[in-house]
């Protein structure tokens, strides 16, 4: 009801019907209640349910309700869109200059947000923390959530000047658009989630937009990232050998140990699918302790049966590794366990690895150098080798980087640029050479390669020329034959 001046009156009306005893209908009997204050209340409670007490925008559970209200009311040709924001690097804004300050920013972003989208009928909602996410209420497709994405980078990349401060602020933005029928609200928040890190791992103050493909394999490598602790514990583990060759007599030398999955619905898998995730997870510790150990185990059965020709086993310690305080005496347990003379062994390091290192890594390669092991860089030429630092530490052999020797195909097909890997290899090889190491070159798949690298003085070549990773039998098998 109105008042005179205009005013709205909320009321609670009931009404009774009085009837005559012979149930005819008599009169009614009617009582309003004026509930405007409960009425205002209930409102402004509901409000505070459904909207953040920071920003004034619809919070998670107003987000939510629309958005199921979407998929209920979708019809067969109805799609959805959503743009999941997270600003880039807010947390260092609420450490070095206090909460206070973050919620003011905070406060700015939502209005921007609010404003850029203003008239357009999407909704704007705050996530929490520093997560807003916007739903798309277009039939325009990707390209319309596209637009609003860069509507609300730019809103947010504007400078942000909070008391006496200036803020550079970004964003990064997950865009999910689909049809709603091959959808549900779940699995479009975990992909727009998905995506926004994506977003985040390309660079920040961008966007990026869902890919059904991209979103499998991650789920794949999470998968597999998942069950390697127990595929250790199961012994799902194996090693293969790859042969090094003298390119002086052709004799094989050294070989490399390279680890492989034997997963049990996946088969054989390369160490490029799973050595990334050790060491993010940090399981390459564990790892890496086994193959050394497993690698020292071979060797030492090699040499016990071809005591004369016994090749020197190479193992990659990752950086990761190097940087465990416990590496020496994992080294040193493993050549006391198995046996294996410590001259049999070599530890591969990457160039950036080392070449970075001071202190204590430097105190720890002199120690695995004392245990009498031989210690190699391994792709050589890629990273950032300071000549002073690098005659230093002790090193007996560097690995030529494999896209060195690739460059030397000797078939015509770039001369200039075959001539000038020539020349760089040529140049480590006596780089090498002057700090008194050997040197061995990887990837050699053709016997030009191999003879433009003799005439180089390389000492060493390994690549499918020489023989492709086998199983520790086929070694055997190699040095009796």
Not at 170 to 182: F, H, Q, T
Request: proline residues 4%; charged residues 25%.
């Amino acid at each position: 009801y109105y008042r005179k001046d205009g005013s709205v009156v909320w009321t609670d009306l009931a009404v009774s019907l009085i009837r005559h005893d012979d149930g005819r209908p008599r009169f009614t009997v009617a009582m309003v209640e004026d509930i405007t204050q409960r009425y205002e209340l209930q409102q402004r409670l509901r409000f505070q349910a459904l909207h953040d007490p920071l920003t004034g925008l619809p919070n998670r559970t107003l987000f939510f309700e629309q958005l199921g209200a979407v998929f209920d009311g979708a019809g067969p040709d109805q799609r959805v869109g959503l743009c999941f924001i997270d600003l880039d690097g807010f947390k260092a804004v609420n450490d070095s200059l206090g909460h206070d300050l973050g919620d003011r920013l905070l406060k700015v972003i939502a209005r921007r947000l609010s404003d850029c989208v203003a008239g357009r009928g999407h909704l704007v909602a705050r996530m929490g923390g520093d997560e807003f996410v916007i739903l798309v209420d277009s039939d325009g497709g990707i390209d319309d959530a596209v637009e609003v994405a860069e509507l609300a980078l730019a809103a947010v990349s504007a400078p942000v000047h909070v008391g006496d401060q200036q803020l550079a602020v970004s964003a990064s933005i997950g865009i999910v658009e689909c049809p709603a029928a091959e959808t549900s609200v779940g699995d479009l928040m975990k992909a727009a989630d998905t995506t926004l890190y994506w977003a985040k791992a390309e660079g920040r103050g961008r966007w990026a937009v869902y890919d059904p493909e991209r979103s499998a394999a991650d789920i794949a490598r999470s998968a597999l990232a998942a069950n390697l602790p127990a595929a250790l514990d199961r012994g799902e583990f194996v090693l293969h050998y790859q042969p090094i060759v003298s390119l002086l007599d052709g004799t094989m030398v050294a070989v490399e140990a390279l680890v492989r999955w034997q997963h049990p619905e996946l088969g054989l898998i390369g160490p490029d699918r799973f050595i990334g995730l050790a060491e993010e997870t940090g399981l390459i510790v564990r790892l890496g302790a086994w193959v050394l150990r497993q690698a020292c185990r071979d060797a030492e059965s090699w040499r016990r049966a071809y005591p004369d020709t016994t090749p020197v086993v190479s193992v990659n310690l990752a950086a990761r590794q190097a940087d465990d305080p416990a590496i020496v005496e994992t080294v040193a347990e493993a050549l006391q366990h198995t046996g294996l003379p410590a001259e049999l062994l070599q530890l591969e390091l990457t160039e950036s690895a080392v070449m970075g290192s001071a202190g204590e890594p430097l105190r720890t390669l002199h120690q695995l150098a004392g245990l009498g092991l031989r210690l190699a860089i391994d792709d050589f030429g890629t990273g950032y080798s300071n000549l002073a630092y690098l005659r230093r530490l002790p090193i007996h052999c560097v690995k030529l980087a494999g896209p060195f020797v690739e460059g030397i195909r000797g078939d015509g097909a770039d001369a200039v640029a075959d001539h000038r890997d020539e020349r760089i290899v040529d140049a480590l090889v006596r780089l090498a050479h002057a700090l008194e190491l050997s040197v061995t070159a990887e990837a050699v798949e053709t016997e030009v390669q191999a003879e433009r690298l003799r005439a180089l003085r390389c000492d060493t070549g390994q690549g499918r020329l020489f023989g492709a990773p086998m199983p520790a039998d086929g070694i055997r098998a190699r040095l009796g034959g």
